[in-house]
């Protein structure tokens, strides 16, 4: 029965994963808050739930290179030279976007997992850029805004580096890698469309990098993985990658005649939540607990527990 509900968990993580992977609500964020409900990390460890909150990534990964098979593969018959050209332009100006992140994310990735996994930075960030798409998107429309750049073809690498320098902010979790990187695409003149699918584009390299890394970290920490946790992490990604196409698709269709206020006002929606109930477990004696991510299943139960005390106050 213990089996059958992690599986459950797992399923479920996979379908967050494979939404908020796309839209711009924070994946990493919706992953820390979703854990603090199922507690599935008390299940694997640290050590493999590190390992399984990214490489359930690549079940997205694949999503992308599945709908955007045709505009990335540059060896295709039926492509002209021309054509040819302007995908290895494409993958060129990925390459130059994911640089700065690289960089910042080989150097500061303990010391983010350290620090700044938690709910307060990701109720922080939540509302931030929540406001910034609402501000950006109000203004956008009052002075009708025209986009300069209407295809990811025809984008510079000088754009394709401003929008990469960017992407580094998407390494506080609550920021979302998808949400910056179209903010930031917008305000140099990118239009909706071309600004999600170059930032769909990104997250190939990013997140293979990134699995990569923390496949090498959970092979040095000497852990062993067992057939069935192997099967954990399988489920999530073949989850994460049909709930991903369909997320892809979605957001696609959605921003052909709207904008991003509804992101905006969703993210200030949650982070407001959360800080709510960080305020509850700050009444309760239990802030302690919601400050890092290595015992939520423990800050639940002590929460729920301490209520009637709450209650009597």
């Keep these: 029965m213990e089996i059958f509900i992690n599986f459950l968990k797992v399923i479920l993580m996979g379908i967050v994963e494979g939404i908020t992977e796309w839209l711009p609500v924070s994946s990493t964020g919706h992953m820390i808050i979703l854990e603090q409900w199922i507690g599935l990390e008390s299940t694997f460890g640290k050590p493999l739930w590190d390992f399984f909150l990214v490489v359930i990534q690549l079940g997205a990964i694949f999503a992308v290179i599945v709908n955007f098979f045709t505009q990335l593969w540059p060896f295709g018959k039926n492509k002209s030279k021309e054509e040819k050209k302007q995908t290895w332009m494409i993958w060129l100006n990925i390459v130059v976007a994911c640089i700065p992140a690289a960089i910042i994310g080989l ?17 922080i960030t939540l509302i931030v850029y929540g406001l910034a798409f609402i501000v950006i998107e109000t203004l956008f429309k009052r002075k009708n805004v025209q986009f300069k750049t209407t295809e990811v073809k025809n984008m510079t690498w000088k754009v394709a580096l401003i929008i990469g320098c960017a992407q580094v902010l998407a390494l506080i979790p609550g920021t979302s890698r998808s949400g910056v990187t179209i903010l930031a695409a917008m305000l140099i003149g990118c239009n909706r469309k071309t600004s999600a699918e170059f930032s769909f584009f990104l997250s190939i390299p990013v997140m293979l990098g990134a699995s990569l890394l923390k496949g090498i970290k959970f092979a040095s920490t000497g852990s062993s993985v067992s057939g ?29 005649k709207n904008t991003f206020i509804g992101f905006g006002y969703y993210r200030i929606a949650l982070g407001v939540l959360l800080i709510a109930y960080y305020a509850v477990c700050v009444n309760t004696g239990n802030a302690d607990l919601v400050s890092s991510t290595t015992d939520f299943a423990a800050t639940n139960q002590a929460l729920i527990s301490s209520i009637p005390n709450l209650l009597i106050k």
């Excluded at 999530?236 to 892809?248: H, P, T």
């Design 228 to 256: 069935l946790e192997v099967g954990y992490v399988l489920v999530g990604c073949i989850v994460a990658f049909f709930v991903s196409i369909l997320a892809i698709r979605f957001l696609l269709k959605l921003i052909r």
């Design 107 to 123: 150097l500061l990735d303990d010391w983010l997992d350290a620090h700044l996994y938690n709910f307060i930075t990701v109720s």
